[in-house]
């Protein structure tokens, strides 16, 4: 497998930990009711400018290639 086909599907199980991480992080504190900001904050700005800038580039120029 080609290293940047390898690098993409490893980045698409890391987002879908994130995810997952995401939805059950409530459970991560002590009081579910107090969810932890912080980390909510930062997977948001990595979900919302990651994908962006850099994965969905790489893809579409993937695509481009075998059009």
């Known amino acids: ?3 940047i ?3 993409l599907l ?3 199980r890391n987002l879908h930990r994130l995810v997952a ?3 059950r992080q409530p ?3 002590p009081d579910p009711s107090r969810p932890n900001v912080g980390l ?3 997977a948001l700005v990595y979900l919302t ?3 962006d ?3 969905h580039a790489i893809e579409d120029r993937i695509a481009e290639r075998l059009l």
């Open 40 to 42: 909510l904050v930062n």
């Open 5 to 7: 086909v390898a690098t």
């Open 53 to 55: 800038v850099r994965h």
């Open 21 to 23: 991480l995401l939805e």
């Open 10 to 12: 490893a980045e698409h």
């Open 1 to 3: 497998m080609h290293a």
């Open 27 to 29: 459970s991560l504190e």
């Open 49 to 51: 400018e990651f994908p």
